[in-house]
């Protein structure tokens, strides 16, 4: 099965060309991440013809796969939250697939955790299966765990307005955010996940166990909001699911919208500026010079992108854009794509993800790889083909290790090319690469004679075909101080220009999803209702 997202036989989108049409949009959407491609799908599906653009040669942003030999990955998405049937973002992929993507479940565990001091920890599919097991490893907790899972209850209940007060005007949300974090809920959005879990008073191994899922966001508990690491827990508390068919159907399905209202969907679109005038977007401005023109421009192509480089120079350096400058970004990573010949399955790999740490905290985010004694602190491994049910077991088995390092480590080639990059660089991979199946080796030795070859992924390879800000995995940071900026929002300071992306909601493909939506939502009541 290709890669290529096509929708009646044809690909859903085209290569960018000058004869495109400058004039006849409603909307035109920069980006076709699960942000941009939502707000395009749920706009469409509203009546509006769109335009996407851009500038990679496939869409999907973070939610593209890509093909070598045979074998195929995604880049971004192992694993979804909250897809079973009648949750909320369910109905929302329902609604803008036309209920056409199949979400499949990882079963039962579906994320195992390995810690050095040989203790383990296995997700439990289902709310109160997993705090059973909970309380089954910490006798003597019990009450702990239930006040603790009663927070993050509450926490949920509370973060659910923070989406909403997203897309409301400062005048109105400001009072009633006042209203509901200050009399109602605790903002537990300020509050550090070192901090909050503190005052539980329970045991370092309980904290470790319940924080040890920073990875899904990216933050180390003494950065990251308390908000952000409950919602990770409730995500998941029904369980969790794969696309059947892989991450490409997202695009395949939603874009379909785009094109069956007459919008189209163009690749190797590069936007070089949002088009101002008297304070109103009205358009965009190509790389190439070419101007389209419509009432309302969506930048879904990441808040630091979209400050730094999209609008006009008075907006980059108002209070807004400075403001959306100063947040820090999610930690740059690398990805090992591993190609398997033959069996997996029998030799220790399934749907489940596993979590290998090395260190017996949960402190250190960046692996430092210029210390070549040093393995990765933490390694996600996972084994996209085993998740799909479409995939022939034995064939062209897939495998994915993704860890943090730190940015400063790749700076020196960012001018360069990507395939031009020298060989210092390629010495580098090759010894990233070999460390990375060294830490896969000693926890499933018997799955390296399976190994067909290796890509490396690095921050720079996430820069050049998505345009992330340092090759950053999720986009902003996901800290106190993110989700307290006034200016994170789907409104801009600019007129008819909106936000979207998961950068104006939380982290991940679901939060992408309903990015698009509350985008949608401020630009169309109507999408409102999808949000309930
Ligand atoms: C290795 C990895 C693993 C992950 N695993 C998971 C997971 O298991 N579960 C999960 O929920 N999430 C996961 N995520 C996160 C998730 O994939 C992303 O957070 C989400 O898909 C981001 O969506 P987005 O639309 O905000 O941004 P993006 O997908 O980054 O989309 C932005 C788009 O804008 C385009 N663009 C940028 N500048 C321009 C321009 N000037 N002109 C035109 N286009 C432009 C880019 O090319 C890109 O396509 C993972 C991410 C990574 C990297």
Known sequence: MSVIPKHNGNRVYENYSQDISSEAWDVIVIGSGMGGMSAAAALSKLGRKVLVLEQHYIPGGFTHMFARKGYKWDVGVHVMGEMREGEVPAKMMKWLTNGKAEMVTLGDPYDGFYFPDDYDFQMAEGNQKFLAHLKSKFPGEEKILDKYWKTVKKVEMAAKA?????????????????????????????????????????????????????????????????????????????????????????????????????????????????????????????EDGKEFKAPIIISAAGAKT?????????????????????????????????????????????????????????????WDITNLDEAPHLLYVS??????????????????????????????????????????????????????????????????EQVDFCELSTPLTAKHYCRASKGAIYGLNASTERFSNPHLRTRTPIKNFYLSGVDVATVGVVSGMVSGILTAATIDKRAYLKLL
């Open 162 to 286: 923070f989406f909403l007060f997203q897309t409301l005007p400062r005048w109105l949300e400001w009072p009633l955010s006042k209203i509901w974090y200050g009399l109602i809920f605790r903002n537990w959005w300020k509050v550090s996940t070192e901090d909050a879990i503190n005052e539980f008073g329970m045991s370092e191994k309980l904290k470790r166990t319940l924080t040890s899922h920073w990875g899904y966001y990216g933050s180390v508990p003494k950065e990251s909001s308390f908000g952000i690491h409950c919602l990770t827990h409730t995500h998941f508390w029904n369980g969790a699911f794969y696309p059947k068919g892989g991450a490409k159907k997202f695009a395949e399905y939603m874009l379909a919208n785009v094109v069956d209202k007459g919008g189209k969907v163009a690749v190797r679109a590069s936007v070089d500026e949002v088009l101002v005038k008297d304070g109103k977007a009205y358009g965009v401005r190509m």
């Open 383 to 448: 084994f996209p083909s085993m998740k799909d049910p479409e995939h022939e077991r034995g064939q062209k088995e897939t495998g994915e290790c993704v860890t943090f390092v730190d940015w400063d480590a790749f700076i020196k080639w960012d001018e360069s090319t990507f395939g031009n990059r020298e060989a210092a660089y390629e010495e580098l991979k090759a010894s990233i690469e070999k460390r990375l199946l060294d830490a896969l080796q000693k926890r499933i030795p018997d799955i390296m």
């Open 306 to 366: 979209t400050v730094n480089k999209l609008v006009p120079d008075n907006f980059k350096h108002s209070e807004w854009g400075n403001s959306l400058r100063s947040i820090g970004d999610s930690p740059s990573y690398l990805c090992l794509n591993i190609a398997f010949k033959g069996d997996i399955a029998s030799k220790g790999a399934g749907s489940s993800n596993m979590w290998l740490y090395t260190i017996d905290n949960n402190d250190q985010q960046l």
